[in-house]
């Protein structure tokens, strides 16, 4: 069974920063490529970053380029989303999504975990 | 400001059919395969549809997707009170290299 488990969440002032992890297991990490997701309180779904399978290739959304940084251990079976300069905005629930596809590019998002909430505020 | 257009809500009586539209531009809905998300409160999207009328294993054949030039429609029949939660198109975006989503759609079964 395909499991993504999202740990690091919680509360961090303005200005700074958390890690965030994304546990994965039931199929073989290295052979997909993966995504970030977030969701603010009450509003729609956001992608926020994607990282190729042997991290050859990431993209970032505009809201958070420069400031969070996306990578993965492949031996570990691990994604993990590094946010610096956190704001207000970026409170939300992240949630980790495998990305699979019948092309080279785009694709779709067939396993999400359950995500964890960051929230920014003093 | 969602880059794709769904209408906030749709709602339809029990057993009757609705669709949920989604609406884009040649970057994204016009050139790449749309996917559907449904998403109950508190729990984590589903992925319904892929590559625009693609059912994955285990999603009933009520549900299906299809796509016509910058605009791609998620139909519903058979409505049940178990398909009450909010759907989500998704869909690649050439032209900002990156997923798009739209702002979601709350289905409502009265």
């Known amino acids: 069974e395909v499991q993504l488990v999202e740990s690091g969440g919680g509360l961090v002032q303005p200005g700074g920063s958390l890690r965030l992890s994304c546990a994965a297991s039931?199929?073989?990490?290295?052979?997909?490529?993966m995504n970030w997701v977030r969701q603010a309180p009450g509003k729609g779904l956001e992608w926020v970053s994607y990282?190729?399978?042997?991290?050859?290739?990431?993209y970032y959304a505009d809201s958070v380029k420069g400031r969070f940084t996306i990578s993965r251990d492949n031996a570990k079976n691990s994604l993990y989303l590094q946010m610096n300069s956190l704001r207000a905005e970026d409170t939300a629930v992240y949630y980790c999504?495998?990305?699979?596809?019948?092309?080279?590019?785009?694709?779709?998002?067939?396993?999400w975990g359950q995500g964890t909430l960051v929230t920014v505020s003093s | 400001q969602s880059v794709l257009t769904q209408p906030p809500s749709v709602s339809a009586a029990p057993g009757q059919k609705v669709t949920i539209s989604c609406s884009g531009s040649s970057s994204n809905i016009g050139n790449n395969y749309v996917s559907w998300y449904r998403q109950l409160p508190g729990t984590a999207p589903k992925l319904l549809i892929y590559?625009?009328?693609e059912r994955p294993s285990g999603i009933p054949d009520r549900l299906s997707g299809s796509k016509s030039g910058t605009s791609a429609t998620l139909g519903i029949t058979g409505l049940q009170t178990g398909d009450e939660a909010d759907y989500y198109c998704?869909?690649?975006?050439?032209?900002?290299?990156?997923?798009?989503f739209g702002g979601g759609t709350k289905l409502t079964v009265l």
């Open positions: 990282i190729s399978r042997t991290s050859s290739t990431i």
């Open positions: 039931g199929f073989t990490f290295s052979a997909y490529s």
């Open positions: 998704g869909t690649w975006d050439s032209s900002l290299s990156g997923w798009v």
């Open positions: 999504a495998r990305r699979s596809s019948s092309t080279s590019t785009g694709g779709y998002f067939d396993y």
């Open positions: 590559d625009n009328y």
